[in-house]
């Protein structure tokens, strides 16, 4: 068990770095960049891992999270956990504690994900904490300094609702308009201190759009194999980059500017299940050439309640009684309540729009073929919108059935 004054003296050390210093040698050190990658990966792992837990339980349903939205929140809980809790949640996020950049290098993710240029892009936190309730300076400075997230003081005791619609409203604005009402009547009261929350909105136009003229109804197979009519846009003999193996067929399409992508996983044998690595293998495959392709207009929300899918990954002691997030407010006085995710995806002719958030409510303790490949979305597949330059996915997806919302 950490003691309270080493947790401080390893956050006050945090700001004897200087960040221009930092930013300077992740061009140069290879170190720094390095850890960069690692940082990426670690987002990456945790998506894939969240994924796999939220689709065993969605099994026949469509399927749609930010994993970095909900790595980040978690994240700002663990800038305050102690021993067991903090231990917890760096095994399931793939946190490396003796990384003495990783602040430094989050915060540049953020920023470098928020001056894209071509796509419009948004990262956004935000802490919500009860007016009358003290958080440590040192843990605002870091939310603030690195997470770029501003503290608000509003009144979950008195006026539960009004507070859940300023929240709501706020993530409404930085999603534009695509995820309403996350935080649900009843979550808030008095029991409630603080609400850490984070949004993130993408919209961005393919490099090579689909012709609306060609696209029309064709027969979708779903997961649960019944057959339905699905509006399948189609382009072909243009160049993407593509790419096989025994069981997925891979095409990666790109946005406007090339620097963000989506990457499609199409199975050969039904089979919807992919670890990381088998990802990054595909990834390998790919190569520019001519591709046939047909893919289904779609449109889906989704909210989730994970707070037993983030059990079941291992973290435990943060939800319980026995909860040490005392480098928030210096007491073992705070556990996690609640984690909710929602989100928003849109796929047409012209481009993708993209939307999620992802809220916690603490609460006091208690292979290449010759011939032009067709890559034939008419059955479910998963698809990943990532940022190429930095190589995190920011959404991960399933399309079970397109005509279902």
């Known amino acids: 068990m950490f003691s309270y004054n080493y947790v401080m ?15 300077f040698l992740s061009k140069q050190n290879p170190k720094i960049s390095e850890g960069f990658r690692d940082y990426s990966d670690s987002i990456n792992r945790f998506t894939f891992e ?8 969605n099994q026949n349903n469509n399927l749609f999270i930010s994993g970095y939205s909900i790595h ?7 800038e305050g956990a102690i021993g067991k809790s903090a231990e917890e949640i760096e095994k399931v996020l793939y946190i490396n504690p003796e990384n003495k950049n990783r602040l430094a290098i989050l915060k540049s993710l953020i920023e470098e994900l928020n001056k894209e240029e071509k796509n419009k892009l ?11 309730y003290k958080i440590l300076k040192d843990y605002l400075n870091i939310i603030e ?25 706020w993530v409404e604005k930085k999603t534009s308009n695509k995820i309403k009402d996350l935080i649900p009547e009843g979550c808030l009261n008095s029991s409630i201190k603080m609400v850490l929350t984070n949004a993130i909105y993408f919209k961005g136009n393919w490099l090579l759009k689909f012709d609306e003229n060609l696209t029309k109804e064709e027969d979708f197979r779903t997961e649960n ?17 593509y790419g096989e193996d025994e069981r997925f067929q891979v095409l990666e399409m790109d946005y406007e500017g090339e620097s963000l992508s989506m990457v499609f996983l199409l199975p050969k044998n039904g089979d919807l299940n992919i670890s990381y690595d088998t990802f990054k293998e595909l990834k390998n495959r790919l190569n520019k050439q001519k591709v046939d392709v047909f893919i289904p ?6 909210k989730y309640f994970i707070n037993s899918v983030l059990n079941d990954l291992g973290i435990k002691s943060a939800f319980s009684n026995l909860a040490d997030l005392s480098g928030i407010t210096g007491k073992k006085d705070l556990k996690i309540s609640d984690v909710i995710h929602q989100s928003f995806i849109q796929v047409d002719e012209k481009g993708t729009e993209a939307a ?5 409510t603490l609460r006091v303790t208690s292979v290449l073929i010759e011939k032009i490949p067709v890559f034939r979305a008419d059955h479910p597949f998963i698809f990943f919108v990532q940022h190429k330059k930095t190589g995190v996915i920011l959404f991960v997806g399933k399309v079970s059935n397109p005509k279902v919302s």
Do not use: H
């Not at 980040?72 to 663990?78: D, L, T």
């Not at 019944?226 to 509006?231: L, N, T």
């Not at 207009?297 to 989704?302: A, G, L, R």
């Open 50 to 57: 969240i994924y796999s837990k939220i689709q065993e339980e």
């Open 356 to 360: 999620a958030a992802t809220g916690i």
């Open 297 to 302: 207009k779609f449109k889906f929300e989704k």
């Open 122 to 132: 948004l990262v956004a936190n935000a802490l919500w904490v009860q007016k009358d």
């Open 72 to 78: 980040n929140a978690i994240e700002m809980v663990y």
């Open 145 to 169: 300094k690195y997470y770029f997230g501003k503290a608000n003081n509003l009144d979950f005791a008195k006026d539960p609702e009004n507070s859940r619609k300023i929240i709501n409203d």
């Open 225 to 241: 194999k019944e057959v339905v009519k699905a509006e399948m846009m189609r382009t072909k003999g243009k160049e993407f980059y």
């Open 9 to 23: 003296n390893k956050i006050n050390a945090c700001f004897l770095v200087p960040f221009f210093l930092i930013l």
